[in-house]
């Protein structure tokens, strides 16, 4: 077993109910859920007194795999970071809350940024058309399956041009699950039930 304290990165179609997964995961394992301390923290190492409204939106939202997009900033509002400033803070901020110990990651492209890491492990959270429908409805404030499915390639595209990998492929991942045949419930235990049966294997 790696000295190395255990890291588990979530990545997560919208709808599929990954944040679940994630919160309940960390809950499980008594482990921290790292998310919006990640960008809160890479904000702070910026010198970011305070971001417009909707600002990190659009550092996710907008940026394309071939160009660097530079969100729209209000009038009187000057300094703000790119998404390639913040994407880079966010870098360094994982590489040092994962030294604190164990953690789950959801998001944040923390499954390529933690690539080599000897003791890490990677899921892909994802459902069916009519799943994330329902949710779309019902967790996500009416969205329908098209509005999920454009804020999927929106992430797609901030994925690709930061890590140069394709999102969601199965390669990049230990385990692509799928909630809507296992349930938010079955998934965490899907999880652990993995980790510790990799862990239980021999080192080659």
């Known amino acids: ?93 994982i590489y040092e809350l994962v030294k604190q110990g164990p953690c789950v990651i959801l998001g944040r492209c923390a499954d390529v940024v933690l690539k080599d890491y000897p003791n890490k492990f990677s899921f892909f959270i994802c459902a069916d058309a009519k799943f994330r429908e329902q949710r779309g409805k019902t967790v996500y404030g009416g969205k329908t399956l098209k509005e999920l499915d454009q804020e999927d390639g929106k992430r797609a595209e901030y994925y690709y041009r930061f890590t140069g990998h394709k999102w969601g492929r199965g390669d990049n991942y230990d385990l692509s699950i799928n909630t809507s045949r296992l349930g938010i419930d079955g998934a965490v235990d899907l999880i652990t039930k993995y980790i510790k049966t990799v862990e239980k294997q021999p080192e080659a």
């Open 1 to 93: 077993m790696s000295e190395k304290p255990l890291i588990i990165t979530i990545s997560r179609q919208y709808g599929s109910g990954g944040r679940e997964v994630s919160q309940k995961l960390a809950t499980k394992l008594q482990i921290p859920l790292l998310d919006r301390k990640i960008i809160d923290t890479a904000i702070e190492k910026l010198g970011v007194q305070e971001l417009p409204p909707h600002y990190l939106e659009s550092l996710e939202h907008n940026v394309g795999a071939g160009y660097e997009f530079v969100p729209f900033v209000p009038f009187g509002v000057s300094g703000m970071p790119s998404s390639t400033d913040m994407f880079f803070a966010e870098v360094k901020v």
